[in-house]
C-alpha cells in the first residue's frame, strides 16, 4: 500500500452501543442516544485531520423502527434537534453536511429543519459528513432497481456503473474503511454495496466512548492491511 492509501478515503461507522453505555450507567437509554449525539461532530473534526474526505455515520436503520415506539420517538427528536447544532459546528470546521437514506418519516418541521441544517454547510469544501438516517442497503438497492425501470433501462445493459449512479450515495466514492463500535461483529444492513471492498474493523468501545485515540488506532490497523481487491500479493504466482 503506497503513503497516498494509508488514510481511507470514504470511511464509514456503525455508532453501536448507546444504549449499553447508559445501562451501564443506570440511566435512560435515551441519555445514551443523545451522548451519542454528542460524539458525532468531534468525531467528524478528527477523520477531517487525519485526511479523511468522507465520512457516513449509521444514525437511524430501517429495522430501527421496530424498537419501543417511546424509544424511535426519542430518536427521531434526537435527529431534528441535534442536526442543528451539528450544522453550525460543521459550518465552522468547513465540514460538508448531507444525508442519505429518507427523512419521509419523520414530521414536516422535523423535515424543515434536516434541509435547513444540510443547507447550511453546503458551501463547505471539507469533509464530508453523511449522516445515514432511515437507511438500509436492500431498500436501497431495490430503489435503484426502481429508479432504472422507470428510466427504460434495458436489463442486459445494466452494469455496476448504472447501479451505484442510482444509489443514494452516487457520486461518493466507495467505502474504504468500515469500524463497528460495540463489540459486534456484523454489517447490519450497512453501505454493503458500497463496502464490498472495505477494511473492516470491530471495536469494544462503545460509541459513546469513541474519541480520537479511537480514530487513531482504526487508522494506523487499516494502514497495516494490504489490500488487493481481489489481485495477488506482489510477486505471487498462481
Known sequence: MSDANRVPRHAAIIMDGNGRWARK????????????????????????????????????????????????AA??????????????????????????????????????KVKAAIDMTAGNNGLTLCIAFDYGTRREIARAAERLASQGAVPAAIDEEQVSANLYTSGMPDVDLLIRCGGEIR????????????????????????????????????????????????GASS
Open 25 to 72: 450507567r443506570g440511566l435512560p437509554r435515551t441519555v445514551g442516544h443523545q451522548r451519542g449525539g454528542d460524539r458525532i461532530h468531534p468525531v467528524a473534526l478528527a477523520c477531517a485531520r487525519k485526511g479523511i474526505e468522507y465520512l457516513t455515520l449509521y444514525a437511524f436503520s430501517t429495522e430501527n423502527w421496530n424498537r419501543p415506539p417511546s424509544e424511535v
Open 75 to 112: 430518536l427521531l427528536h434526537l435527529l431534528s434537534t441535534k442536526m442543528e447544532s451539528v450544522a453550525r459546528a460543521c459550518l465552522r470546521d468547513n465540514i460538508r453536511l448531507t444525508l442519505v437514506g429518507s427523512i419521509d418519516g419523520l414530521s414536516l418541521e422535523s423535515q424543515q
Open 187 to 234: 454489517l447490519s444492513n450497512f453501505l454493503m454495496w458500497q463496502a464490498a471492498y472495505a477494511e473492516l474493523y470491530f471495536t469494544e468501545v462503545l460509541w459513546p466512548d469513541f474519541g480520537d485515540g479511537d480514530v487513531d488506532e482504526a487508522l494506523v490497523e487499516y494502514a497495516r492491511r494490504n489490500r488487493r481487491f481481489g489481485a495477488l500479493p506482489d
